[in-house]
Structures are given as structure tokens and as C-alpha cells.
């Protein structure tokens, strides 16, 4: 199994892209303008703004784009999702999205139809109104990308820097959900939901940010389980040790129509990785249970920038 993990995470598309990236990032930092109003940027799922140097108001902004396959493929699941995406990142740093724009691109009326169908759905389901952008109807791309707005006191905001050594890492998940008909390893539970119980399955967040139940939360990407905690990781500067056979334990009581290995690699809809000291862990995970979300212990933060697979045999490297 360890072995069968580590060869998938290391041809996964989705880590080799964030990879590639690293570079960007590190000419971004050195490079790019700095300003005393940026209270947090690169590397936090939201970026966060003050909206004056001594306020302790910040603007969070977090931006993604959805692939060109994928908005073709499905244009109304790709409208939908390029608004749910960035509102669970304003989330996860402790924020209330308030806002969204977007830019759209694409030849065919019937596709961009369908797009803005999603994209219009998606801002009555979750109160994000559209209040800017940019559309063009005649291009020779396929293109989809939103920002989401919020904001958040500064005393509210959670950085996902906070790791600290000995700290437990958990995921936080929804288990009421399907696999998406358009791609089975996107485990939707977003679409059946209303309003009310989308938000209500996030309330553990600001409730645990108030408590100090936690150091970190980060919402799981593409990039599933292990590409997020990569992520996290490296933003940290620190490493990990995950016992996969105590993961194994927990998933199969939860009988998902998935391998252990494709839950690993999973888009998790309404998934987080979390961390905090083990002394208010029983009191974080109750939290969680509250607002009727899965709580997996999955391992430890470390010394170090090494990831350890670790079962009742061996341990292995993951990177």
C-alpha cells in the first residue's frame, strides 16, 4: 500500500503542476512590489488586505481558474464550481465571503450559456452576488476564473502558517454526498445541499478559530489529501508523519464507493486538513461533530520538510 501511494503522488498531475509553479512563486517574492497593507499573501488560501496600514479590518481575496477541459466538458458543473471553490478559501482563513467577479472566455453561445447558468446558480445557493468582470464571446480559448471577496478581523484571521511541531493533523470532511457524474473523483456535496446546511457544515471553523482550538485549516484541493498537505507543509517549513493504517481504520467504517488509495487523491467538496495541539483536540473534534462534519486523525506535524508513510510494518519517504 505505502508503496502504491508514494508512485501516485509522485505522477499525480496536480503535484508535478505545483511544482512547476514553485519558481513563479519564489520570482513573485523577490520581485514583486511590496506593500504594508498586505497582511497576508502567497501561500494562505486567502490573501488578505488591511484597508488601511493600522486597521484591523482586513479584505480577503482568493482567485482561482477551473481547466479548459473541464469547463468544456461540463459548463454548467465548471460555472458552478468556479464560485463554491474560492468561498470555502475564504472560509478556511476564518473569513465571510461577501462578493465575487469573474472572467470568462469562450466562441460557443450554448457553452458560455451554460456557464453563466452555473456560475448564476451557484451566487443564489450561496448569497455571493456578481458584481464585476470581464466576458469575452469570440475567443479562440476556453477560459473560466473567479475571485472570491470576503472579510474577517484581524483577530479572526488564521493564517495556514500556524503549524507548530507535535501539532495533530485531521481532516474534516462531509460524508453525506455522491461521486459527480461528470468525474467520479470529485465527491460532491455541495449541489443537494441548501444554503443553510452548506454554511452550518462550515461552522466548526470560525468556532474553533475563536476557541484557539486550532492552528491551521486548509481547504483540500485538486491536489486531494496529500497534495494539500503538501502544500500546507511547505508554506510551514515543516514535515509530517501520517499513519496510514489508522486512516485505513477510520475510512473503512465510512464505506465510500472508493479505494483507500483514491480517497488519498480525492477531490474532497467540503473536505479541510486541519491542525492543533493535542491538549484541545477532543474539544475541536466535538466542534466538528456539532456541525455534522467527519474527523480523521490522520498524523503529526515534525521536525524537517520530509513526509513519512508510516503502517503497523514500515515507513517509507513520501518526498
Known amino acids: 500500500m505505502l508503496d502504491d501511494i508514494i508512485e501516485r503522488f509522485k505522477n499525480s498531475r496536480n503535484i508535478q503542476e505545483k511544482e512547476k509553479l514553485k519558481p513563479i512563486l519564489n520570482q513573485i517574492r523577490e520581485q514583486g512590489y511590496k506593500s504594508e497593507q498586505i497582511y497576508a499573501s502567497i501561500g494562505e488560501d486567502s490573501a488578505a488586505i488591511r484597508l488601511t496600514p493600522e486597521s484591523e479590518d482586513l ?10 477541459q473541464f469547463v468544456i466538458k461540463s459548463p454548467y458543473g465548471a460555472g458552478f464550481s468556479s464560485i463554491y471553490v474560492g468561498i470555502d478559501d475564504i472560509m478556511a482563513a476564518g473569513g465571510i465571503p461577501i462578493a465575487c467577479t469573474s472572467t470568462v ?13 452555473g456560475m448564476l446558480k451557484a451566487t ?5 452576488p456578481l458584481i464585476r468582470g470581464h466576458t469575452t464571446t469570440d475567443s479562440e480559448n476556453t477560459h473560466l476564473t473567479t475571485t472570491i ?34 468525474n467520479k473523483y470529485y465527491w460532491d456535496t455541495i449541489t443537494m445541499k441548501e444554503t443553510e446546511e452548506f454554511y452550518g457544515k462550515r461552522d466548526f471553523i470560525r468556532n474553533c478559530i475563536a476557541r484557539k482550538l486550532i492552528t491551521t485549516c486548509k ?13 500546507l507543509l511547505e508554506y510551514n517549513k515543516k514535515g509530517a508523519i501520517l499513519d ?25 467538496t467540503s473536505g479541510f486538513i486541519i491542525t492543533g495541539s493535542n491538549l484541545t483536540k477532543s474539544h475541536c473534534q466535538a466542534e466538528i461533530e456539532k456541525s455534522k462534519m467527519i474527523f480523521y486523525e490522520i498524523g503529526e506535524i515534525i521536525e524537517g520538510n520530509s513526509i513519512y508513510l508510516q503502517d503497523e510494518q514500515k515507513k517509507k519517504k513520501l518526498i
Open 149 to 182: 471577496i470576503g472579510t474577517a478581523k484581524i483577530s479572526h484571521f488564521l493564517s495556514a502558517k500556524n503549524a507548530q511541531i507535535g501539532n495533530f493533523i485531521a481532516i474534516v470532511w462531509d460524508i453525506d454526498g455522491k461521486p459527480a457524474a461528470a
Open 105 to 117: 472566455e469562450y466562441a460557443d453561445p450554448k457553452l458560455g450559456e451554460q456557464i453563466f447558468k
Open 219 to 231: 481547504d483540500i484541493s485538486n491536489g486531494g489529501i496529500l497534495g494539500t498537505l503538501l502544500q
Open 59 to 68: 479584505i480577503l481575496i482568493s482567485t482561482d481558474a477551473l481547466l479548459p
Open 124 to 128: 443564489n445557493k450561496f448569497h455571493i
Open 244 to 268: 496510514i493504517e489508522k486512516i485505513n481504520q477510520q475510512y473503512h467504517s465510512n464505506r465510500m464507493p472508493y479505494t483507500l488509495l483514491e480517497f488519498l487523491f480525492l477531490f474532497l
